[in-house]
Every structure is written in C-alpha cells, then in structure tokens.
C-alpha cells in the first residue's frame, strides 16, 4: 500500500528546544516536499526536495531545515522552534501526476 | 508565481448538488487538482485535470475548465453528508512537483 508516514502525529515543545519531523515514503518517488497548514492562509509549502541530496527552499522556509540524504526519508528539522510555527505541518511524496499527504502533524509551541 | 483563490465556504442540503469554484493566475499550470481533506486527516487527491482538457468527469464528480478565464470547479452531483470537508483547489504552474493551494473551501452538508 501506498504510504506517506509522518512522526510525531502530535507534539508540544517549548521555544528553543530543537526537533525533527520525520517522513518516510514507500513509492520510490524522487520527489517529496513539507508543507504547513494555517487558518485562513491554507497549504503553503516550506522545502522541497527533486531528489537525495537536492533540496531547494519554498515558499515559507525561515526557521525551518531539511535533509535528503536517502529516496525514502525526508526530515523536518527546527533548530529553534518559536510559537509561530505552531501549525499543521504535512509531508507529501509525487509522482509525476499526484502528491500523496501524510496524516500531518500537529505541532504546538509555547 | 501561482495564485489560486477559492471561496471559503458552501452550505448544501444532502442531495442536493454541490459546485465548488477556483480561479488561478498562472496560465501556464498543467495540472489542476481538488483535493478533500476531512476533519483530523490528511489531503486525498479527488481528481485532476490536464491543462489541454475542458471537462473531466468521475463517477458522481465532475470537474470543469475555463482556461480563458482561469476558471476551474468541481460539481458534486447528488451530495451526501460524508462529503462535508475542506476542498483544496491546486495548481503546478512549473511542474507536477510544485503544488499551489487555494485556501480552501469548507462544504458543510446538511441533512
């Protein structure tokens, strides 16, 4: 079956305290890509990633790191959380006609 | 870039038929996409156009294209009370890879 695999589904964190969202695909797909969901701003995209070892930033990247270094994972990294990244984070992985969502994650800083 | 704009809200009555509307700046996109994503879950792609098609229809779903005024909706015929969601207008305007979303538009069916 076909699946994007996000962890934590939830999390709070203090400010400063760095942490990692981790993603994992199962399609073999080169292409994967974090987005954050806010009300009223709906999905907008942080990284992206065309293949290992390439990644390029989106439209939201500030504070926010990734890394590619094998097909299937693709982390979400905050070296420095701060309450405005409290949001719901979604990692996706693309074939050339459809992205396919992990469940999210729920991030809470405070 | 691309700018996608959508309603934020519609209120239907369960068999009734639901249309959806988006418009989009980037003439250039080559893949339209709806996508639903339901209370606590993540987004599940419903159907996509190509930029080269005018209508596309699946099942009780039917997705129509205006390119000369950048206009895409999605009809939801006969709708039910499980189609209540957010629905995600999505355009590529440089590619498959790079997706972007409107601000959706939450359907609430009542019945």
């Known amino acids: 079956e076909a699946q994007v695999t996000q962890n934590p589904r939830y999390l709070i964190t203090v400010t400063g305290k760095k942490l990692t969202v981790t993603c994992s695909q199962n399609?073999?797909?080169?292409?994967m890509s974090w987005y954050r969901q806010d009300p009223g701003l709906g999905l907008r995209q942080i990284y992206y990633?065309?293949?290992?070892?390439?990644?390029d930033k989106g439209d939201v990247p500030e504070g926010y790191k990734v890394s590619r270094k094998e097909k299937r994972n693709f982390p979400l990294i905050l070296e420095s959380p701060s309450p405005n990244q409290t949001s719901l984070y979604f990692c996706?992985?693309?074939?050339?006609?459809?992205?396919?969502f992990g469940q999210g994650t729920r991030l809470t800083v405070v | 870039g691309e700018d996608v704009e959508q309603s934020l809200f519609l209120s239907v009555r369960e068999g009734d038929s639901s249309v959806i509307n988006c418009t989009y700046t980037?003439?250039?996109?080559?893949?339209l996409y709806w996508y639903k994503q339901e209370p606590g879950a993540g987004l599940q792609l419903l159907t996509y156009?190509?930029?080269?098609?005018d209508m596309k229809q699946d099942q009780r779903l039917t997705v129509l294209l205006n390119k000369k005024d950048k206009h895409l909706s999605l009809r939801i015929a006969d709708t039910q009370t499980g189609d209540s969601a957010i629905y995600f207008c999505?355009?590529?305007?440089?590619?498959?890879?790079?997706?972007?979303f409107g601000k959706g538009t939450m359907l609430l069916v009542s019945p």
């Open positions: 156009i190509f930029s080269n098609m």
């Open positions: 990633s065309m293949n290992v070892e390439v990644t």
């Open positions: 999505a355009g590529s305007g440089s590619g498959y890879s790079t997706l972007t």
């Open positions: 996706a992985s693309s074939s050339r006609y459809e992205a396919f």
């Open positions: 399609m073999n797909h080169e292409y």
């Open positions: 980037d003439s250039s996109s080559t893949y």
